[in-house]
């Protein structure tokens, strides 16, 4: 039933795309900005034709001979979770926050905690349905997909899960020794780990932690903690309130509330928000209502609050080398000095396509993700990140395109490699159907 709807649905995009007098603009996504994850506007869709894809949000298929899902692009982490984890499978990159979207994450990158294994969330995708500028509906292989086509479908592998994860917390006293544990235990050859993250508290202090399926506590003694629950302490407060106490903890977790570990607070954006949202008396009498929605945030924020934001305000992933791992921090807390970072490590395979590896078969890379409103003084938005993608751009880094971006088309080219993307765009006759990305991304293109 599910695919019969999905064809009549990608059949109403397809009659989108006739236009007798001529398409006189490009043709852009008319999902509204105020429902997507990224905290800005775009711009670039003011004076473009729209093409909706609102009802493009089932999950179509599961073979689990062939070890796939297939979803639309507007089926969100939350609903893959609730649907595969009671089977016994889960996505091998399964991004932290509920609302993102299949598209979103194939389109934008995605990153989590098994990315040290398999790679980022595009990765794990082994095709792509598509509706092309000219109407054609096409099944693709991974590819590049974003600006010359519409995303109808994805099908992405799947693995086997168990209950819980079970989840070691490591502390870590300096900086030096956070970089050497976390290279050192981001082997993805590793049989004993199915996760691996870290938290930076301060530029010395931080936390790695170590995730593996499992079915449960073998003894009596060890702590089952469903962290999902409305009244539980903020994820990140409760790492550190463990290695305050002690130098290494174990706790059982269920997996789907492991999954969503940082949806409740967002990361950590919503002690702006609600700076008391992690008091206990607000946790057992009204988290239930929280996290408020992005989505929400976004459509009732004043302008008078929107300019703050934009001066002050951090919302950053770099993903660089995990060699150059210790000078990005360094860079961090010298330009912007918000706490925690989120390092999350991940396997990049040299392959066609923006993120091209140019001096190397496969690398480990590091996503370090700065989220929150900087005190920093003689901080800059545009001055102090631009510094910051000069330095992604010499150790051979990618910056996370949901972001501000504040680079220049050229900076733009040498970070990421046009080659394959140019020449589809032109092979697929895209250049005056679709903007091109930097248009889209750039921050100009964004409010």
């Not at 609903?79 to 009671?86: F, K, T, V």
């Not at 508290?201 to 903690?225: W, Y």
């Not at 607000?282 to 459509?299: G, S």
Request: net charge neutral; glycine share 6%; hydrophobic share 35%.
């Amino acid at each position: 039933m599910l695919s019969i709807q999905h064809q009549m649905h990608t059949s109403g995009r397809l009659a989108s795309f006739k236009n007798s007098n001529g398409r006189k603009t490009k043709l852009v996504n008319a999902r509204p900005g105020w429902l997507s994850m990224s905290f800005r506007f775009p711009l670039y869709k003011e004076n473009a034709t729209k093409i909706a894809t609102d009802k493009l949000f089932d999950i179509l298929e599961l073979d689990v001979e062939k070890m796939t899902v297939k979803a639309e692009p507007g089926v969100t982490m939350g609903q893959l979770s609730r649907y595969l984890i009671p089977l016994g499978y889960t996505l091998p990159v399964l991004p932290e926050l509920d609302d993102l979207t299949v598209g979103g994450l194939i389109n934008g990158c995605g990153v989590e905690s098994g990315s040290f294994k398999y790679g980022m969330f595009q990765h794990i995708c082994t095709g792509y349905e598509v509706l092309m500028s000219d109407g054609e509906l096409r099944n693709i292989y991974p590819d590049s997909v974003r600006t010359i086509c519409f995303l109808t479908a994805a099908t992405m592998r799947i693995i086997p899960c168990k209950k819980y994860v079970k989840l070691t917390y490591k502390k870590t006293e300096t900086l030096d020794e956070m970089c050497e544990q976390l290279t050192e235990d981001s082997d993805r050859y590793s049989d004993k780990v199915d996760f691996v993250e870290a938290l930076l508290f301060t530029k010395d202090k931080g936390c790695i932690m170590l995730g593996e399926f499992s079915d449960g506590p073998d003894t009596q003694d060890e702590v089952i903690n469903p962290i999902g629950r409305w009244y539980k302490k903020w994820f990140y407060t409760h790492v550190e309130d463990l290695i305050n106490k002690k130098h290494e903890s174990i706790e059982y977790i269920p997996l789907r509330d492991y999954y969503h570990r940082h949806s409740k607070s967002i990361f950590w954006e919503l002690r702006d928000i609600v700076p008391f949202g992690n008091n206990v008396l607000f946790r057992y009498l009204m988290a239930w209502m929280c996290p408020p929605k992005i989505a929400f945030l976004k459509a009732t924020t004043p302008n008078v609050l929107r300019k703050l934001y934009d001066r002050c305000h951090v919302i950053q992933d770099m993903l660089v080398p995990l060699d150059t791992l210790e000078k990005c921090i360094e860079l961090f807390h010298k330009e912007i000095e918000i706490y925690p970072l989120w390092l999350c490590p991940f396997y990049l395979k040299s392959q066609p396509g923006l993120m091209k590896l140019r001096n190397a078969t496969h690398k480990m890379y590091v996503d370090v993700g700065a989220y929150g409103v900087t005190a920093k003084d003689g901080y800059h938005h545009e001055r102090s990140t631009r510094r910051l993608e000069s330095f992604v751009r010499s150790v051979n880094g990618f910056q996370m395109t949901y972001a501000d971006i504040y680079m220049t088309r050229a900076e733009y080219a040498e970070m990421f490699d046009r080659t394959l993307y140019d020449w589809k765009r032109s092979t697929s006759k895209c250049l005056d159907a679709f903007p091109d990305i930097y248009d889209k991304i750039c921050r100009s293109g964004r409010r």
